[in-house]
């Protein structure tokens, strides 16, 4: 079982940066997939980045690649997601996922998820 609370999330202009935190709880955090979805009024949960147990491998929504970077300390069960140049269109409660078996960039490949936290870009 792993707990998720993310935190970082806030109101900036546009081109501003943000960095979002996940932390977890529970001894195998190292073993587990991550991934950052997003999801903004009115539409779907979409997938924003995920990354490996060992943090060997990442991948990124075509949305978010060059300006999001995401990353990962199993040391202190935390997940990172720096979020750079900042759009209007990224304005988004931003949830962290987690998986022991299968992660990648769908929801349903994950069976643990945070609560949210609010990101508001303003033009």
């Known amino acids: 079982q792993v707990q998720l609370v993310e935190s970082g999330g806030g109101l900036v202009q546009a081109g501003d940066s943000l960095r979002l935190s996940c932390a977890a709880s529970?001894?195998?955090?190292?073993?587990?997939?991550m991934g950052w979805f997003r999801q903004a009024p009115g539409k779907e949960r979409e997938f924003v980045s995920a990354?490996?147990?060992?943090?060997?491998?990442?991948y990124y929504a075509d949305s978010v690649k060059g300006r999001f970077t995401i990353s990962r300390n199993n040391a202190k069960n935390t997940m990172y997601l720096q979020m750079n140049s900042l759009k209007p269109e990224d304005t988004a409660v931003y949830y962290c996922?987690?998986?022991?078996?299968?992660?990648?960039?769908?929801?349903?490949?994950?069976?643990?998820w945070g609560q949210g936290t609010q990101v508001t870009v303003s033009s």
């Open positions: 996922a987690a998986d022991p078996n299968v992660g990648g960039g769908y929801p349903s490949g994950y069976n643990y």
């Open positions: 529970g001894r195998t955090f190292s073993r587990y997939a």
């Open positions: 990354i490996t147990w060992s943090g060997g491998n990442t």
